[in-house]
Nanobody
Framework: QVQLVESGGGLVQAGGSLRLSCAAS????????AGWFRQAPGKEREFVAR????????YYADSMKGRFTISRDNAKNTVYLQMNSLQVEDTAVYYC??????????WGKGTLVTVSS
């Protein structure tokens, strides 16, 4: 079992930045691919970004490309999501996920990001 805990959410003005962290425990995160998803009020959960086990491959949803950066530090058992140029539409609960091949087997409880205009 892998337990995931997100942190770093909060209130930020449009155009600002936040860095989310996802700390893993239970097993070494280096064995898993990881990713971020988000769910805005009244909307379905959507994919944000994912990263392979060693950080060598990343993939982003089109609307996040160039603004968000996913990274990981396996020595710290942590995955990050750097979010720049935040927009009001980025307001959502952000979830961390991990899995053997693709993220989704294990989920955190989420951290709320609110972007004000």
């Amino acid at each position: 079992q892998v337990q995931l805990v997100e942190s770093g959410g909060g209130l930020v003005q449009a155009g600002g930045s936040l860095r989310l962290s996802c700390a893993a425990s239970g097993r070494a995160l280096s064995s898993y691919a990881a990713g971020w998803f988000r769910q805005a009020p009244g909307k379905e959960r959507e994919f944000v970004a994912r990263i392979n086990w060693n950080g060598g491959t990343t993939y982003y949803a089109d609307s996040m490309k160039g603004r968000f950066t996913i990274s990981r530090d396996n020595a710290k058992n942590t995955v990050y999501l750097q979010m720049n140029s935040l927009q009001v539409e980025d307001t959502a609960v952000y979830y961390c996920a991990a899995g053997r091949l693709t993220p989704g087997q294990y989920w955190g409880k989420g951290t709320l990001v609110t972007v004000s205009s």
